[in-house]
């Protein structure tokens, strides 16, 4: 470039629309969508429900169903002393099994919640099934694709409904940002970038700790499921991971972990940092072609959404909690899903693709390779 033709301001200098900032500094503020991100219930249907697994993820799920006012009558596990505490705590009327088996006996018992883990719970879930139960499965539904489809047809053949407990879809900022997208407000989504940075420290000591793809497999399952949701019928291309330990983890498990999804015109990177002890953030952020939007915060409970378009820029005052509408809306899902003769928004069926993302991005991490979602199909070992 000549003397002549050189630009006679610095960058410091140069005026906003240079760098497209004066749109969003004169962008008028606009009233939110009204968009039904809360969850509910169904309106006749409160069947009986029996509770198979009663460690320390079974407290939220119980105190949701509580506050909902759903029909807990039984809990299930092998240690008795847990049920008992969870009958004390929650629901005193309820009664009391450490054999499953007795619980599905129950002909009055319509709809079964699992909470053990995933190589305990897949018989689990087969034998509610057999037994005609409505059944919402804790996530990661299944270890293995080809197990997982067998366990829908399964569920086809009895007619009755198989959902599973992706309880990030009715986090409050989700839930919201999901029916932003499917409203078509964004136009269609070009990119999804997530990013979270917390402490993950407590699995120190814990039967967690000896899960090498802690990360990936057992958290980020949220972030893959959530991806899915707004990328909607868009089919994944391929997933590049890498996980690696950083410096003065003191957990065994890899503690940073990235991934990029590729789709047609689009790709979702997702980025994880599971040892930051002071300035905690949760962020994701949506782009189409239409507009953009963003939720932050320093929880996953505490998140302020911004929705950009050309009308201008909203900030919708979001209610609720991750756990309290997380768990309330997975079930209460499944219940209208039944009352009103439909596959539910977490049908076992379509968490099947949350999970070739979430094997991809494992096999990929361990291979250094990309994946095609689908090509991996049983996890061996976490």
């Keep these: 470039m000549s003397q002549e033709t050189q630009p006679t301001h610095t960058r410091d200098e140069a005026p906003d629309e240079d760098y497209g900032l004066s749109e969003v500094s004169a962008s008028p503020r606009i009233e939110a969508p009204a968009l039904d991100y809360l969850p509910h219930g169904p309106h006749t249907y409160h069947p009986p429900i029996g509770v198979v697994g009663c460690g320390g993820i079974s407290a939220h799920h119980l105190a949701a169903y509580g506050r909902a006012g759903y029909d807990v009558v039984a809990l299930c596990d092998r240690n008795e002393h847990k049920a008992r505490d969870r009958q004390a705590g929650y629901f005193p009327n309820a009664a009391v ?77 989700f839930s919201y940002l999901r029916h932003v997208v499917a409203s078509g407000l964004l136009g269609e989504l070009t990119s999804a970038v997530l990013t979270v940075h917390w402490d993950h420290s407590w699995v120190l000591g814990t039967a967690f700790e000896e899960i090498h793809d802690l990360v990936l497999y057992d958290f980020a399952i949220h972030w893959f499921d959530i991806v899915t949701v707004f990328f909607a019928t868009r089919p994944a291309r391929s997933v590049y991971a890498a996980s690696s330990h950083a410096t ?30 002071y300035g905690q953030q949760d962020r994701t952020f949506l ?96």
């Excluded at 928004?345 to 991490?365: C, D, K, Q, V």
């Design 97 to 173: 099994y450490t054999d499953y088996r007795d619980l599905l006996r129950r002909d009055d018992i319509q709809v079964v919640d699992l909470t053990p883990h995933p190589a305990d719970r897949a018989p689990l879930i087969e034998a509610a099934l057999i037994a005609g139960k409505h059944v919402l499965s804790q996530k990661p539904f299944v270890l293995d694709l080809d197990l997982g489809e067998r366990l829908v047809e399964l569920a086809d053949r009895r007619g009755v409904t198989l959902a599973v407990n992706q309880n990030g879809r009715w986090a409050p900022h």
């Design 248 to 277: 003065g983890q003191r957990a065994r498990p890899p503690m940073l972990a990235h991934t990029v999804i590729e789709y047609d015109g689009a790709q979702a990177t997702l980025s994880f940092d599971a040892t930051v002890a």
């Design 287 to 382: 782009a189409g072609t239409r507009g953009s939007a963003v939720s932050i915060g320093p929880s996953l409970s505490e998140q302020s959404v911004e929705i950009y378009t050309a009308e201008g820029y909203a900030t919708p005052a979001l209610e609720g909690t991750w756990f309290r509408e997380g768990f309330h809306g997975a079930m209460a899902e499944l219940l209208c899903a039944i009352e009103e003769d439909r596959e539910p928004l977490h049908g076992a069926r379509g968490n099947l693709r949350s999970l070739e993302l979430t094997f991809a991005a494992i096999a990929s991490a361990r291979d250094s390779l990309p994946k095609a979602p689908g090509e991996v199909r049983r996890l061996s070992s976490v």
